[in-house]
């Protein structure tokens, strides 16, 4: 929580009576009118639930390749129009065109069960017929040569070839409730589990893909995998590795059902209908939106988030909530500060999910920009509030980045830890393309919420987990960033800091290499 009273306090010391609020929270005011005004309007007139409800009710889920992507793509350019926005759909390559239809699970013996899963993304379909099929385990074999042995026996049956999670109570559960003893057993038992089904596996001699077509090559009917994201309901849902059968995700609950009726020699049947579309290579984008300068036009200020998901939910903390954010942040610096001294872009890049190729991309397509780049601002990595800042390597970021931070309201900065020079982000989001170039890209990153459990590529990153208090925090701080970075009479240097040996091998540290975009995916 923030420190309401000292805060209060501090201001009383000043003399500065507060005007705004937001959720108990109190402002001063600074002596900047525009800051001011950001801050009012944010939080007395925020358009983030607004966006939230039509990006991710409405539109949903946004995997790169999908109707879905296209239709958010169209929909932030015209929103950005209402702004008086100027705002641009830019192609950087081309990808599987792909569509999800409806996934239906039912335990059909030895009892009747419908089960929750999901079909995975660009899992092939059923082709409006369903599969009634018996379940198999993988099973545990001396070697590879009695695994392809083994492989004719699962023409028409579909096959499980995920650990089956020896509970399905989360960590915290277990430490929260069991005994010392217990809780040693369980965490034994676990690891035990998986060292055995490693052991499984590798004797297979086949990584995960050449699993998935091995199987389906010998007449499997589908196949069935469990991805638990260790905590209560959730499972993480990537790409499929088939390329003719269905792939599946089970919940934990469910997938070890099957698993334990499989094992004792039930022969479990399931019933699988799993519909989906091929559509073909389809355009990749990316949305720019743009507040021309006036004094300086061709240096830049960005703001940055990925506008892509994946989608088994509503891709709402990833990254829904840091694309409202920065479509709030330019409604508000359009409405306030619409003649700035450097151009401000915001950048929503397609297809970080699979290599942050948009930005990628956008990095090789637009060399003007990287050179003239004052600074970029990405959030990425869930809906809390921001508390780390990094210089992410660049030796100057120091004389910069605390000033713009200064102009920040006490009760949003002083949760922020910063620290510099940095290392600079060698993946993992979108500032890392910029950075890799050799231009200042830098990570607003966000208090976890659990993102890493409950939230990230999984089942439950629906709007219901959005904060928005929080997210209405980051659209003030990325405003004010951006305001003050236009405003800086200097220009922020691209000068490397020397980098600190790798402290595993004692080599010296290199900068990230600039990577390639993989502009045609989802292709052999």
């Given amino acids: 929580m923030m420190k309401i009273k000292n805060t209060l306090g501090n201001f009383a010391k000043l003399g500065v009576i507060t005007a705004v609020f937001c959720s108990s929270v109190a402002f001063a005011q600074s002596a900047d009118p525009i800051i001011d005004k950001i801050v009012k309007e944010a939080n007395e007139n925020s358009q983030l639930e607004k966006l939230a ?8 889920p946004r995997l790169v390749g999908t109707p879905q992507m296209k239709q958010a793509n169209d929909w932030a350019v015209a929103k950005y129009a209402t702004w008086g926005i100027s705002a641009r759909n830019e192609q950087w390559g081309q ?3 792909w569509e999800r239809g409806i996934t239906h699970i039912d335990l059909t013996s030895p009892r009747l069960r419908t089960l929750e899963g999901t079909q995975l993304a660009w899992s092939p379909s059923t082709k409006g017929k369903a599969i009634d099929a018996e379940a198999i385990v993988l099973p545990l074999v001396a070697d590879s040569a009695a695994f392809q042995k083994w492989l004719p026996t699962v023409k028409g049956k579909l096959v499980l070839i995920s650990l089956n999670p020896v509970s399905g109570r ?28 490693r052991d499984r596996l590798a004797k297979t001699k086949l990584n995960a893909k050449n699993l998935a077509l091995a199987l389906e090559n010998a007449g499997a009917a589908g196949i069935i995998i ?61 949305t720019i939106a743009e507040i021309k300068g006036k004094e300086k036009p061709n240096e830049y200020v960005m703001l940055s988030a990925h506008f892509d998901s994946w989608d088994a939910a509503s891709g709402a903390t990833d990254n829904g909530s840091g694309t409202i954010m920065m479509m709030e942040t330019m409604r508000i610096l359009k409405k306030f500060y619409p003649n700035p001294k450097r151009t401000i872009l915001v950048g929503h890049w397609g297809s970080e999910e699979q290599g942050l190729n948009g930005s990628r991309a956008f990095v090789e397509d637009h060399p003007e920009i990287v050179k003239n780049l004052q600074a970029l601002f990405n959030q990425d990595n869930g ?56 231009a200042p890209g830098f990570s607003l990153s966000s208090t976890s919420w659990d993102y890493g459990t409950y939230t990230w590529h999984t089942n439950r990153d629906s709007y219901d987990k959005m904060v928005f208090d929080e997210i209405r925090s980051n659209a003030i701080l990325a405003a004010i960033l951006v305001y003050m970075a236009c ?31 993989n502009r045609k995916g989802g292709v052999n």
């Fill in 53 to 60: 409800h039509e990006l991710l009710d409405k539109i949903g």
């Fill in 226 to 286: 469990n991805n638990w994201s260790q905590g209560w309901g959730v499972d993480k849902v990537f790409g499929a590795n088939t390329t003719k059968v269905p792939t599946v995700d089970l919940s934990v609950e469910d997938y070890g059902l099957v698993y334990r009726l499989a094992e004792s020699g039930s022969k479990p049947r399931l019933k699988i209908v799993s519909e989906s579309k091929e559509l073909g290579l389809v355009p990749t984008l990316n």
């Fill in 383 to 438: 809906t809390g509030r921001v508390v780390n800042l990094s210089g992410q390597g660049f030796a100057k970021a120091k004389d910069f980045l605390p000033r713009w931070l200064a102009a920040v309201p006490d009760t949003i900065k002083n949760q922020i830890r910063t620290s510099f020079p940095g290392s600079p982000a060698g993946g993992g989001s979108d500032n890392a393309s910029f950075v890799a170039a050799g």
């Fill in 487 to 517: 405003e800086d009479p200097e220009r922020m240097s691209h000068e490397r800091a020397p980098l600190t040996n790798n402290p595993r091998t004692g080599a010296p540290g290199t900068w990230p290499p600039q990577t390639k975009a």
């Fill in 95 to 97: 990808w599987r065109g």
């Fill in 170 to 197: 989360p960590d915290k559960n277990w430490e929260d409730f069991a005994t010392k003893d217990g809780l040693a057993k369980m965490k034994a038992d676990k690891a035990a589990a998986a060292a055995a089904w």
